[in-house]
């Protein structure tokens, strides 16, 4: 089976144990629950409205969330934005990973067959996504998932209310030309 992550061959032992099933039936669309993001923030999101306060969960600290519900899907595979410094926390960075590392990855976005870099805010030319202006990009490996799925610096992920923003989103893009 590939993974519809990275596009590559998954062993069973890779399967993101929350990737696969949405469980968004249980989830309370009139009302919000909390969603821990970057630096033990919270967001009061409700699930399936796409507002302000659930960009900024998606966005800072949720983003891995967001870009494997999405991945998950529409096929699309999940690319890193990398930040410029290597702060040597993890293994990969210590074995010599260089741009590979994945301190260095700032934020996670699905890649569009067009080419465009898709997050919780929208569509946004390479190069171009808010707040990673410039940033170089990495294709996301089952490797670099595991790193983030057991560095304390990334929250864990909450797959049932990110899959409940995938159809707001994909509703919400402009639609792309027929050739």
Known sequence: MSDLLTGFPMEAADHPADASGTHTDRLPTD???????????????????LDETARDAFTHGQCHAFARALSAATGWPTIGLLTADCDGQD???????????????????CLRPDGAHVDIKGAHPPLRVPDCTDAASLPMTAELWRAIDNAPVWREADMPVAHSMVAPLLASLTPRPCP
Do not use: A, K, S
């Open 91 to 109: 293994r990969m960075c210590l074995d010599g990973g260089g741009t590979h590392c994945p301190c260095r990855i700032g934020h996670i976005v």
């Open 31 to 49: 009302r919000p629950v909390t969603v821990v993001g970057q630096w033990h923030r919270t967001f009061e999101v409700t699930p399936g409205h």
